[in-house]
């Protein structure tokens, strides 16, 4: 069976279907791609686990004023 698309479109393909940025065109010629391919449809497989991974996730950042004290008492500590 020919691979309508390489595996270099296929990743493309499949980082835009993360994203919801791919048209069903695109989608269907991964799938198919996937089909032949099996490193691709394992990328795919652990890229939907990583993205999903990552928006449930409850990350949440150091506000601006802590960050300031940490480099302060950071460069107080190595002028000393």
Known sequence: M???ISCEQAAEVC???Q???ASLWQKV???MHH???RICRIHSERNGKLT???HTANLQTIPKEQKEKIKARLREEMNT
Request: net charge positive; charged share 40%.
């Open 35 to 37: 089909i032949v391919c």
């Open 19 to 21: 994203y919801k940025e």
């Open 29 to 31: 010629l991964m799938k």
């Open 52 to 54: 999903k991974s990552i």
């Open 2 to 4: 020919k691979v309508p």
């Open 15 to 17: 980082d835009k279907a």
